[in-house]
């Protein structure tokens, strides 16, 4: 094999020209996350197999498993225990005698719960879409609900088809409740995160609105190995700065969101999180015109404590966008060209991620 040299002056000479040209790829901040909200779920009925394959085909980066466990303990997708808006159960007779109440997080619920139900009862039940008037129901009947586990393995598999990594962001919804139960969450999506290969090295994002889980995951380890990390969900602005964690509530807590996005708040939270999460409104608050106001000190107080900031959710229907946004076709109507400058507003904020229930404008808010 040949070898060119490369003469002393030359070599000399090309290393200074280079170290005078500006760093531009160190310039350059990352782009933003896109994390898909229960998939893709302004197109398909949210935690499918369907919402999370669109999402991923529309340029998601992350899709979000909601989790909580059934009556015989295997974690499912769904974005809360109760399914009566999400699935067709009210409409199979077999399953009449289940419908009940529950209080959960202090709210009172009448209907069918994931956690009075086996997985394979699950398992025959189908998706429907949850804002029906809003979305349609064109793709209602048609999908199963899934496990965390077929959810790994989709991803996984969507990931080697595709030649890209896929990250997962799943929530851990109502620790303390199904705690209280009998069916805590945590131990069970430890193992789950273990039992797979895809997790244990593809990046896992993990979420809660609670405290002492995401503590007591940190102290046991979790966050420590480099494709995992912890993320603390919170909620602010107006009346939910008096809002408190359900953990914290049910022990006779004190502490508030509001609290919890205040510089000391964060700094605190930086202790046991890589992550803050906060609702879209408390980055950029509505003024009284429901127009986007100036934005609040949290996204730099987060990433003065050493945070990162992803907020949720943008919506692309009028009825969940600002005022600025709108379109005069009605609140149930789409209008993606406002979504799309919506987002783009809270990009100026210098936000780490976004969640989206549709990942394709997301993603074109932030490549152009």
């Given amino acids: 094999m040949m070898h060119t040299i490369f003469p002393r002056r030359r070599f000399l000479k090309a290393t200074a020209a280079l170290a005078a040209l500006p760093a531009l790829a160190s310039a350059q901040p990352p782009k933003a996350t896109v994390y898909a909200h229960r998939g893709a779920s302004a197109l398909r009925p949210e935690h499918t197999l369907a919402s999370y394959a669109k999402a991923i085909e529309d340029g998601a980066d992350f899709v979000e498993p909601d989790l909580v466990a ?10 809360e225990n109760a399914i009566t808006d999400t699935t067709d159960v009210a409409t199979r007779p077999e399953f009449a005698s289940r419908k009940t109440r529950k209080t959960i997080d202090g709210e009172a619920h009448d209907g069918w719960f994931v956690s009075d139900f ?10 429907v879409e949850r804002l029906p008037k809003m979305r349609g129901t064109a793709y209602d009947g048609q999908f199963q609900i899934v496990s965390f ?32 139960e009998g069916l805590a969450l945590e131990d069970r999506f430890v193992s789950t995160l273990k039992a797979h290969a895809y997790t244990r090295r593809a990046p896992v994002v993990v979420q809660s609105f609670e405290v ?10 979790l966050g420590k190995p480099a494709n995992v990390t912890l993320a603390q969900l919170v909620i602010a602005g107006g009346a939910y700065d ?26 605190d939270i930086a202790a046991y999180a890589d992550v803050v999460a906060p ?42 966008l600002a005022a600025d946004f709108r379109s005069d076709a009605g609140p149930a109507a ?35």
């Fill in 70 to 79: 059934t009556k015989d303990g295997v974690l499912v997708a769904r974005h």
């Fill in 118 to 127: 086996t997985f394979a009862e699950l398992k025959t039940l189908r998706a």
């Fill in 149 to 180: 586990e077929e959810i790994i393995d989709f991803v996984a598999a969507e990931a080697a088809a595709r030649g890209r990594t896929i990250g997962l962001i799943p929530e851990l919804k109502h620790s303390t409740w199904f705690a209280r």
């Fill in 212 to 221: 002492a889980n995401l503590k007591a995951l940190r102290k046991a380890g």
């Fill in 242 to 267: 008096k809002a408190r964690p359900a953990d914290v509530a049910a022990h006779g807590g004190s502490l508030t969101y509001g609290e919890m996005v205040t510089a000391r708040g964060l700094r």
């Fill in 279 to 320: 609702n879209t409104r408390a980055v950029i608050p509505l003024g009284k015109d429901e127009r986007l106001a100036a934005p609040t000190a949290l996204v730099a107080d987060a990433h003065k404590a050493g945070l990162q900031v992803v907020v949720w959710t943008f919506r692309p229907e009028n009825a969940f």
């Fill in 334 to 368: 789409r209008h993606d060209a406002g979504s799309v400058a919506e987002i783009r507003r809270y990009l100026e904020t210098g936000i780490d991620g976004l969640f989206s229930d549709d990942s394709a404008l997301a993603r074109k808010a932030i490549d152009g």
